[in-house]
Every structure is written in structure tokens, then in C-alpha cells.
């Protein structure tokens, strides 16, 4: 099992990126897929795509990110992708259902972004389990629901 207490780097280095790069020519590049969630913690088990174990223990002041590079050596590298995020557009219709909606998404502590007057929640279950948290406002057409994945 591979123990990682530190990240080396990321890809986007370009130092960094030519080593990864001759690697992959070599088929010795392992990556792990966190969902964004994951990104956030410090201590986790993970399994990478080839099937090894990676037991991550990182200080708490270090962020894992889509790109990170776990291990790197002349003959190996493991490096962290962040999953597809899903997100649950939701189009109010008037400005204040679209204040309702945001009061409900703050008390519901949902981790959303704004496009123009959309709200976009983070989705980490299925988007009816989200919309069945603001049913008189889907019930009745004043919010509007779509499904993307970015």
C-alpha cells in the first residue's frame, strides 16, 4: 500500500508535466477519482485505477485538486481527477420565488453557484431527492429543475 503524507505537485507544472507525460508513454501513471466532496479531506483510502491501495493522510493546510500529484518517481506516478460534478439547475420564475428558493438552499446548507438567475446546486444523490426538499416551489411551476454535468 502506497502512503501518501504530502503532495508532490501538480500536473499543471510544466517540470512536472513532461515527467507525467513520459510516463504515460510507459503506461505507469495510476490515477485515483475522488467526487469533489473528497477533494476536501485530509484522510481517506483510496484505490487507484489500476488497483492499487493509496492510504492518504495530508496536512490539514494541503487541498487535494484535480491534477494533484500524489507519487512521482523515474517509474511511476499516481494523481488525483476530480469526478464529473452533477449540478441541478433550478430557473426561478419571478424574483422573489427566486428569494425563497435561496433562503431554502441556505437552510438547506446546499452548495450551489449562481448562472445569470439560476440557481446551481452541487448534487451528491439524485436530483429528486433534492426537489423533494422545495416541493411547493416545483409543485406549483415557480421554480423550474434541469440536470447538467460539468
Excluded at 483510502?45 to 492518504?56: E, F, L, N, W
Excluded at 440557481?119 to 439524485?126: D, E, W
Aim: proline share 3%.
Amino acid at each position: 500500500m502506497l502512503r501518501v503524507e504530502k503532495i508532490v505537485g501538480d500536473t499543471s507544472d510544466p517540470a512536472i508535466f513532461d515527467l507525467i507525460h513520459d510516463l504515460e508513454h510507459h503506461g505507469a501513471v495510476e490515477t485515483i477519482t475522488l467526487p469533489t466532496d473528497d477533494l476536501n479531506r485530509h484522510r481517506l483510502m483510496a484505490r487507484t485505477d489500476q488497483g492499487s491501495d493509496v492510504a492518504i493522510a495530508i496536512p490539514r493546510d494541503t487541498k487535494l485538486t484535480d491534477g494533484a500529484v500524489l507519487y512521482l518517481d523515474k517509474s511511476r506516478a499516481v494523481i488525483v481527477r476530480a469526478a464529473e460534478q452533477k449540478w441541478l439547475r433550478l430557473s426561478p420564475r419571478t424574483a422573489s420565488d427566486a428569494v425563497e428558493l435561496g433562503y431554502c438552499a441556505g437552510n438547506l446548507h446546499w452548495r450551489v453557484r449562481f448562472d445569470g438567475a439560476d440557481l446551481l446546486v452541487a448534487q451528491n444523490g439524485s436530483a429528486e431527492a433534492y426537489l423533494n426538499r422545495i416541493p411547493d416551489l416545483i409543485s406549483t411551476g415557480r421554480v423550474s429543475a434541469s440536470e447538467i454535468t460539468e
